[in-house]
């Protein structure tokens, strides 16, 4: 009975800790939507408010009328989605090579991808736009996906992740006389479906939230995406913060859905299952 | 075979997310089915292509967010009156507006026709990137050069070359809160107060009341220069080969600026904590502010009543005069054609009149109509000082390596605004930087 | 034959990502690598000018003061970032109520623009009406002036990058959590293992990948970070929080010196690069695969 008490008086300091961590996450949030639904007049008042005097939804309507906003959320979800399906496809694809084949010049070909997150994208950006110039790609869908595809981010993680997986599993599928892409379909993808669950995640929100590639690129506002779109709301001299807060809302809830249906994926692995001890 | 026709599929599953990117359009307007699309396309099947059908594209970021619409009606105007040229409009916000501009001349994807602000002009000038549009002129029985306020045409002339043709004009004012005065029972600003003045009217309004301020005038390039004019401070000597800003007068101007901090009549960076100063005028606690005319519309829905006056000086007024042109890219392939929406954007009266009526900045005209529409809206009622203001204007001073100057005095006027180093450190500090910058 | 085949679909594998990595992503790279020997100030041609930019950055004292923030925001953040979201994962692993709701909650942090979150820290770190002076105030302490003082502004971007980051890596470690078997667990508590054991001995170890790569991802964001630094200080109270990548942005598109801001990036390249091959050598240690 006492072991029990302790464990408790424990375990009631963590939750605490946690719902306040919670609480200190989740102002900000509570935060925007309570700005986005003020009048602008009284949007930045230094104490702020949380809770809106005469709140309305004008801002949301506001977003609409002055911008192609429903175009604009049409192509963030055109551009994440191919994005978040190029970066698993070749991303797990490239992985399974780096956590499972040999080659001569393997570790030097990952370092090689590890360098080229390295350069900070304000320089490379510039080439980048002549390429893209040089395609005719100039205010295309297929500029604005194309580098978020292919960055080495998605390699890295799902690397990682392999490397974590025994390989006794698919010794056994080998001696079946399995090809290496069933190993890799049938063995190594169904078994790393948390790893692949947060890159996807991760994949989308970049481009989700990708700002200055897609400000660069396009021109035309049908195909501007949602950051670039919104930005168009700074005003030179003021800002109508309602409008901004109200965007990014907008902006948030998508993710947070896509983050919640990938939250069933975070079950623990079948590898557990095919372990001997 | 088996083995290698899953792998295949894969790949070609990647190379079709390319086909699908390739034909963006199918897709959203399968998606999004509205009239404006359905539209758009019956017109382009209907209309034969006849000979020199132009597209211009006009790269802007004074419309967005406010007067998209504004800029849609002066182009459905000239595209009335010019059937066969197309304007396309392209937008920035300010803030990402010549990095744009500079990657896409850079890539080669140059806009015909864009927006430059005065201290960003000369660089471009100076680059050969501006189309002379002199010779446009000349071949133009319509053009009269003298409708344009002739400041603001020769702020846009290089070297004898009309790089740019000016679109709006724009001041800084001396705004105040009259329900702040009358409660202290201060004279409103007159035209010429000093900033004694100001210092002895804000101590007034923040005396018995705890959450005003009296002024808020930023220090920073911009207003540096300005108010070392304003005490006959001198930046370089007549060719710009040497650095004149620790004298005296440069000195007493910059101790005077950070004195309204150091009198307690103007907050602290720390002690607005975040909010413009525009939105501090707003709430009603700020008694006067030194801002632009472009502000007039953001202050429209005040719950005080407010005015403007000229901007007091030191030993002597002087004034901002800020100017935006709309430029041709020198590489244009649609001259003729960029160079006729450049000459109606900047000079017809539909143009203006639309402008004046919604409050979208001042043109750059010489017409006393504009003018006399412009005096009769309100507030603020003293919009005469606007014009009085253009007395003491000046431009600001300007080098080739003017971004790095800018940052130079900034970094030096930061230090010293927090007590970090003296004025004259400040300044001394100023004019090593800019030393290093000058060829 | 089966070599012969190994080849076959190595290549077959590598090759999408490969291709494109190569296409969109070194390519530019190396043309930026290019011009670190040129001036260009993007309107006119660049123009050849050997080594001067390099003679330039080591002279430059607004770069070096630049390093020196950077590595401070560094050191701070880092070590901050990996206890915090490697916390948050352990606490969170557990069948708890509401581990769903906490588990959002922390991510939205992640998901937010920075634009909200930077509004809202400054209103937190406001030094008269802020929240985090007035809870000091309570324990009698009288705070700083945070982002105003330069002595506070940049620990208060680390506070605040922290805050916002830790959704980000605990999602790295849940996932690593996961692929630890619970057999593990299992075998070592019928041993007599009491938790503070089962966690070095079972977790840390079998988690080192994923922290190796939490570890890497941070140092590589950290040296480049930028947005929060430019939206909440742009640099100052008097440079003091002006970092690297923030004199990049300057150079190449308002000092019209793009070839001296890419030097300035392989400068910083160079030194991310070597962090990792640091980080690389050490994993041989303790990173268990």
């Keep these: ?277 | 075979m088996k083995k290698i026709f899953t792998p295949v599929i894969a790949l070609v599953l990647l190379a079709s997310i390319f086909i699908a990117g390739c034909t963006p359009e199918t897709i959203i307007e399968t998606v999004i089915v509205t009239e404006e699309v359905v539209v758009e396309k019956e017109v382009i099947v209907e209309v034969p292509a006849e000979e020199e059908d132009v597209t211009v594209t006009y790269f802007t970021f004074s419309a967005a967010p406010d007067h998209l619409e504004d800029l849609d009606e002066m182009i459905s105007i000239f595209e009335a009156e010019n059937p066969k040229i197309h304007i396309e409009v392209q937008t920035a916000s300010y803030d990402d507006y010549f990095t744009k501009l500079q990657t896409r001349i850079a890539g080669g994807d140059a806009p015909d026709v864009f927006e430059l602000n005065y201290e960003s002009f000369v660089s471009y000038a100076a680059k050969g990137v501006l189309l002379n549009l002199e010779p446009f002129a000349q071949a133009d029985p319509d053009y009269d050069a003298s409708i344009y306020y002739q400041r603001a045409l020769d702020a846009f002339n290089y070297k004898g070359m009309q790089l740019g043709l000016p679109e709006t004009f724009s001041t800084v004012m001396l705004y105040y809160n009259q329900d702040l005065f009358d409660s202290a029972g201060v004279a409103y600003p007159a035209a010429d107060w000093t900033w004694d003045d100001v210092i002895v009217a804000g101590k007034s309004i923040m005396e018995g009341n705890d959450d005003a301020w009296g002024i808020h005038s930023s220090i920073h390039f911009w207003e540096f220069y300005k108010k070392a004019a304003q005490n006959n401070c001198q930046f370089f000597n007549e060719d710009q080969t040497e650095v004149l800003l620790t004298s005296p007068e440069c000195v007493v101007a910059l101790e005077t600026m950070i004195s309204l901090l150091d009198e307690g009549v103007m907050p602290t960076n720390a002690e607005m904590g975040g909010i413009s100063d525009g939105d501090l005028f707003i709430s009603g606690d700020l008694g006067m502010l030194v801002s632009g005319i472009w502000m007039f519309s953001a202050f429209e829905e005040n719950s005080f009543n407010w005015d403007i006056q000229v901007e007091p000086g030191m030993a002597t007024q002087a004034t901002h005069f800020f100017a935006n042109a709309v430029n041709v890219f020198a590489g244009t392939q649609n001259a003729e054609a960029a160079y006729k929406w450049v000459k109606f954007f900047t000079s017809d009266p539909a143009m203006a009149e639309i402008r004046i009526d919604s409050a979208w900045e001042l043109p750059a005209l010489n017409n006393p109509d504009y003018v006399v529409g412009y005096l009769s809206q309100s507030p603020p009622e003293n919009r005469q000082a606007v014009f009085d203001s253009l007395e003491y204007a000046i431009v600001p001073p300007v080098i080739e390596r003017q971004n790095e100057m800018t940052d130079v005095i900034g970094a030096a006027l930061d230090q010293a605004v927090l007590g970090i180093i003296t004025p004259l450190e400040a300044l001394e500090q100023a004019k090593a930087g800019i030393e290093a910058l000058l060829p | 034959m089966k070599k012969k085949n190994q080849k076959v679909w190595i290549i077959l594998f590598l090759s999408p990502s490969l291709f494109g990595l190569l296409i969109f992503v070194a390519f530019p790279i190396l043309a930026s690598l290019g011009l670190t020997f040129f001036e260009w100030d993007m309107l006119t041609p660049p123009n050849f000018v050997w080594f001067s930019n390099f003679t330039r950055l080591f002279a430059d004292e607004n770069f070096w003061l630049s390093l020196k923030h950077t590595l401070g925001f560094i050191l701070g953040y880092i070590p901050l970032v990996i206890i915090t979201s490697l916390s948050a994962a352990l606490l969170l692993d557990q069948k708890l109520i509401g581990r769903k709701f906490l588990r959002t909650a922390f991510f939205i942090p992640v998901v937010s623009a920075w634009v909200a979150v930077a509004l809202l820290w400054m209103w937190i770190f406001n030094p008269k009406f802020g929240l985090l002076n007035f809870l000091l105030s309570l324990i009698g302490i009288v705070g700083p002036a945070w982002l105003y003082d330069p002595a506070w502004a940049m620990p208060a971007i680390i506070l605040t990058s922290v805050w916002k980051d830790t959704g980000f890596f605990m999602v790295m470690f849940m996932a690593g959590l996961q692929n630890i078997p619970e057999i593990y667990y299992e075998a070592s508590k019928i041993d007599g293992a009491n938790r503070l054991d089962r966690f070095f001995r079972i977790t840390l170890p079998l988690l080192s990948p994923v922290t190796f790569f939490v570890t890497i991802m941070a140092l590589i964001n950290s040296f480049q970070v930028f947005d929060q630094v430019w939206i909440m200080t742009k640099g100052g109270p008097a440079g003091a929080t002006s970092v690297v990548v923030e004199q990049i942005v300057k150079n190449a598109f308002s000092y019209s010196r793009m070839g001296y801001a890419s030097t300035i990036s392989w400068a910083l390249f160079i030194m991310v690069f070597s962090a990792t091959l640091i980080q690389m050598w050490a994993q041989k240690r303790w990173v268990n695969y």
């Design chain 1, 1 to 277: 009975m006492e072991k029990n008490k302790k464990v408790n008086i424990k375990n009631v300091f963590m939750y605490i800790g946690l719902i306040i961590a919670a609480a200190t996450m989740l102002i900000p949030f509570l935060w925007m939507v309570s700005t986005s639904l003020k009048t602008n007049q009284y949007v930045l008042s230094m104490p702020p408010e949380f809770f809106p005097k005469n709140p309305t939804l004008d801002s949301y309507s506001q977003l609409f009328e002055l911008l192609p906003f429903d175009r604009m959320i049409m192509n963030s979800l055109l551009v994440a989605i191919s994005v978040t399906i190029g970066q698993v496809i070749s991303g797990s694809m490239a992985a399974y090579v780096f956590s499972r084949l040999e080659f001569r010049g393997k570790n030097a070909l990952f370092l090689i991808y590890l360098a080229t997150m390295m350069v900070p994208s304000q320089v490379t950006i510039v080439p980048l736009f002549i390429l893209m110039r040089y395609l005719g790609w100039i205010n295309t869908y297929q500029a604005i996906i194309s580098p978020m595809v292919f960055t080495a981010f998605g390699t890295f993680l799902l690397r990682q992740s392999f490397l974590t997986i025994p390989k006794d599993l698919e010794e056994a599928a080998f001696i079946d006389g399995a090809s290496h892409w069933t190993v890799f379909w049938k063995i190594i993808m169904p078994v790393s479906k948390p790893a692949l669950a947060t890159l996807s995640v991760f994949a989308f929100m970049q481009a989700w939230n990708a700002y200055l590639w897609p400000l660069f690129v396009t021109n035309d506002e049908k195909i501007m995406t949602l950051p670039v779109g919104l930005a168009l709301l700074h005003g030179r001299y003021l800002t109508q913060w309602n409008l901004v807060m109200a965007g990014a809302v907008v902006t948030i809830i998508p993710m947070l859905i896509i983050y919640l249906v990938t939250q069933e994926y975070f079950v623990k692995g079948v590898v557990t299952s095919g372990i001997k001890g």
